[in-house]
């Protein structure tokens, strides 16, 4: 990528000569920026200095133990029975140290439990622990209303009330709960036969299928299409279930910096010239995972220049829309509809319902042999199929996106407008703070990053004190010195939430101080707003 | 007077003859010509050039994305239409239900739908996020809690896919360096939990202690010799209570000895065991009347006996709690939706206030198994007290024929009233397929007259395409 330096920010702008694009480039419409600025060397050093304080606590901590029984710490132990037998422990190493010193002390911002739905305004159930060593909490009894920022509700669906959960309640009565058969044998339904017809052709693609869980429509499948001598390049950030995928299979994997096409090329190159290793033999085929939206980055996937590869280097592409489909696109097609792109040049297409769809379960959309061969491999041959409650969920709640319930006509794209006013309107504003954000302009998940692990628990506590609910991450889901704060926007956020919550942020950016880029804050969005760049789609 | 280096040298050449001198001379005029000479590299050669790279880019031509299929397989045209317990409706044709795997019909109970409904009505259908990040909903914890004290386990974790539940569990706890010894028969997600974790793997026969003993006392032989690296090398033995394979009960008592003899830790998956085997329904570890601790980590999918979705593993904090952190399928997928949970713990009290489901699954079972044991051509997998029946040919041919009489067999079944499925296995996945079969499974809302004419209808048809053969 043709990367342009602004003052200290550095941010990848895709350079569309340089791939020599074809017809569509010419009419290709939306800019992305994605911002992923650099900071001073003085805060890196700061950050490194607080772990080695971290480390070095944990260390004296678990010095101190060593001479101390077992069962003083909080930390579960092993039954009598196996310690007697000698069986070595599961937890050792660097993961133990890091679980036991690191991770406890902060875990009270993850796992917090809900009542009710995760709708944007929800409530939390309070909790507590008797020592920031002790793993396991206990519920108080008491709750607090909240503003949800941490669901991925990007379009709203997530409700207790509403057509779409009044649909798929009576879908329980008349089909049960569950199926207690697979697909292939006798759990299949005419309304999954329906769904998997909407989806196909929401996607523009001959064939759909549809499982009951997202990440085994990665884990389960990719090993379906991969074989000996196939080659996998993967982005370095890909989701764990596509990870777990590669492994499964028995192809050979390599990976690319993340969102790098530049780098992807490298790599198409050099696995193209020089083979399978050892035996020197052409690769069979060469198949490219990305995501439209990368999870912990907010990142877009820069489809456009994916497809002017695939043109030159002949590889398949999976794209995987777990979190774009819905939340990108005028009409919510996802991240290729958003860059203008033929989806007939997405080989496979990935996604899951669990986000935008308010469900459970992931879909595979693709050519019919495709499709079909998948349906022959698929490990969910060995499982349940989707339930029929979820499958109505997502059949109603797609008919609104796609604006063929004939209730709600312009429900679906008056959600989607929301979705891209309110991600404009609130990554502009966190950019005006001097706040270090990372991702695309138009990516509704705004990553907010702090750097060290050790604000993670206080800052989701303030929030959450204030009445904001905030998502939470550090290391292993993002690498060690980038633990970050994450919102996730949704259509049923209004101009006046999103304010408290910027309002909220900047107490708290004061408090700990996360304007690191006060001085130099990134640059404005300089381009249209959505709606200037996709007029010539609505209609 | 001090040593002068040059009046030395000096001195040497003046003595020196001639001949040594000249000869001297040209021989440092060959190293400066030697040191100076342009040098080349034959083992050097010339990289492509950018041009011959782009032909080669041109030239490859890759495979088609999936093999191409001449004979594809028909499609399923088996659509249900209704709730299925006893009964299972398919295309509008009702017959009695002996595909599905929900043993006590709870996915189509009363009372567990109306839990559903008011699930639904209080928490929406989809849980929208894992579990760390605002994806735990009470109910979701008030499962864990429930079925743990029902297990009599410390604590228990809720996984979101029956499939993801056994895999992600060993994917947690093996790492490279261990070692897994695992039954041949075990099903496809405990392989491919295995598989993921990349550990080493030593597959003993199965349900066979005395393979698995030799394997063990290798290991335990190799362990003496280098002593150092058994420190970081720790053994799992990883079994099924009741086999989806194959219908039999593994020997849990011999692998609790086992366990402790060697020094391993086990792991079962009682996906088809729990709510079947046993006084209540706990397992197998109730059926042997073994205590339930001695297991480390057992596994459930609620897709059978709970007739939900989703699964569970239980076991000692110690060992569950690092699930949360470090279990695949937990950590990184949206969590289960909440009434699903809602509906699989009524699910639970049902079977817990009715051990009667339980007695009459196992009577049922037992009524069938031994009106077709005696079966001619036809040999039984399953344990006597087993719900999964599996229907194997006495004399097998090849797989894919086999298969195919089998298929018909199943066929003429579901022609006649009685819905029974083959049992389906990825060829290419399984790393050790098992001989095709047809599966029968016996649920407790059939009753006896049900299952009488089950058999007569199964002999019949089995001694009938045996006979044609």
Redesign the interface.
Known sequence: MATKRFTAHEFTRINLSEHNLGKQAKDFQPNVRQSHPKLHILYIFRFYFTYALIYLAGYVREFVHWFLPANSTYLPVDTEKNIRAGIQSVVDGHAGFYLRNVFLPVNACFHTPLTGSPSVKFEIRERKRNHIFEPLFELTGKTRKALNFGSYNYLGFAQNDGPCVEASKVTVEKYGIGMGSSRSEMGSLQLHRDLEKLVAEFLGKEDAATFGMGFITNAGNIPAILGKGCLLISDELNHASIVLGAKLGTANIRTFKHNDMYDLEKKLKKAIIEGQPKTRRPWKKIIVIVEGIYSMEGTISYIPSLIALKQKYKFYIWLDEAHSIGAMGPTGRGVVEYWGSDANEIDIMMGTFSKSFGAHGGYIASTKAVVSHIRRQTHTNYASAMTPGVAMQIYSSLRIIMGRDDRYPNDGQRRIRRLAENTRYFRSELYKRGLVVYGADDSPIVPLIIFTPNQLDIISRTFMHIGIGIVTVGYPATPLLECRLRFCLSAAHTRDMLDYCLHTIDDVSEMFGLAFLKNRPIPPIPFPTPHEQFKNFIT | MAFNPFIYVAGLVMEAPLYHLVLEGLLVIWIFQLLFSKSYYIRKRPG?SAKE?EE??AE??????????DD??P??N????????RT?S?NGEERLNL????FHG???DKS??ET??SA??????????P????????I??EFEKRIAAHMGA??AILY?????TVSSSI?C?CKRMDIVFCDEGA???IK?GI??S?SKVRYFKHNDTDDLNTLLEEHARWERKNSRQA?????FLVAEGLY?YYGDICPLKELIAF???Y???LIIDESYSFGVLGETGRGVAEYFGADN??I?VVTV????A????GGFAYG????I??Q??GG??Y????A??P??TA?ALKALELIDENPKLISRLKENSNYLYDQLWSLDGIKLSNHRDSPVFHLRLMAPTTWGQDFALLQRAAERINARGV?V??T?Y?R??ELILPEPSLRIVVNSCLTREDITRVSGVVSEVVTEMLDAK
């Open positions: 492509l790279e080669l880019i490859w031509t890759p495979e088609p994305l999936v093999p191409p299929c594809p397989p499609e399923n088996n659509i249900v239409d209704k709730i299925a317990t299972i398919i595909a599905t795997t929900s709870m996915n189509g567990c739908i559903a409904l639904i009505d209080k928490y929406g259908v989809g849980a929208c996020g579990r760390a990040f605002y994806g735990t909903i009470d979701h914890l410390e604590i979101s896919y029956g499939f993801s994917n706890y099903n496809l997600a491919k598989e993921a990349r420190k970081v090398t720790k053994k989806n366990k402790y003899k020094g391993a830790r601790s001695d480390d999918s609620m897709d059978h709970l007739g939900s979705n000692t904090a110690y060992m709690e690092i949360r952190l695949l399928g950590c990184f997928s949206a289960l939706p009434y699903l509906s819905a499925t083959m389906t990825v290419s996945e």
